[in-house]
Structures are given as C-alpha cells and as structure tokens.
C-alpha cells in the first residue's frame, strides 16, 4: 500500500504562482513514475504533466506548457508541481498519483496509475 499526500494549495491572484508537494509512502520511491491530475467542478479529471521515475523525462498538458514545471526529490519521496503564471480557469482539485510499474507508456492515462492522493484545492482569482 502506498499513501500518497498532496499539500501547497490555496488561493492566489491570476498571474501568481504556487508550488504544489506530494509525498509519497514506501522505501521504493525512486522506483515510481509520478503524476499530477486536476479536476474542475462540473468536468472530468484531466492530465497535468508527469515524470519519470528517474526524473529524466517529463510530459506536460499543452494548456500548461511553459507555466508549470514538475520535479521530484527522490531522497525526500517528494514530487513538486510549480504552477506560474496561473489564471483562473487553472482553478481545480489537483491530485497526485503514482504508477509503480517501471515502464513509461503511457503517462498521460489515469489507468496508469495505481495510487492517488485526496488532492489539494487550488484556487485562481481573477
């Protein structure tokens, strides 16, 4: 089993930043691909980028690209998620999940992934 954390949300002014954390359970950290998903109210959860379990490759929703960049500190099982530039229609829950198996196919579908956080609120004023 593997407990999967979210933190850093909150509500800022469109054009702020935020650094979203997620902390993951389990001595195999280094081990997982991980990934980040948002969910609107009203719309179905959707793919916000995602990286390899070596940190060496990432991929990214076009409608973040250039705003948003993910990392991971393998030592702290944590991935991070800085959010810039940030408009209110990026306002949504945002939940991470982790995919424990080594390969990196397909990154962008949630069937990839076997553990998921609550999420964390994430609110962008206009």
């Known amino acids: 089993q593997v407990q999967v954390v979210e933190s850093g949300g909150g509500l800022v002014q469109a054009g702020g930043s935020l650094r979203l954390s997620c902390a993951a359970s389990g001595r195999t950290f280094s081990s997982y691909n991980m990934g980040w998903f948002r969910q609107a109210p009203g719309k179905e959860r959707e793919f916000v980028a995602a990286?390899?379990?070596?940190?060496?490759?990432?991929t990214y929703a076009d409608f973040v690209k250039g705003r948003f960049t993910i990392s991971r500190d393998n030592a702290k099982n944590t991935v991070y998620l800085q959010m810039n530039s940030l408009k209110p229609e990026d306002t949504a829950v945002y939940s991470c999940?982790?995919?424990?198996?080594?390969?990196?196919?397909?990154?962008?579908?949630?069937?990839?992934?076997?553990?998921w956080g609550q999420g964390t609120q994430v609110t962008v004023s206009s």
């Open positions: 990286i390899i379990w070596s940190g060496g490759s990432t």
């Open positions: 999940a982790v995919d424990r198996t080594p390969d990196w196919v397909t990154p962008r579908t949630q069937r990839a992934y076997d553990y």
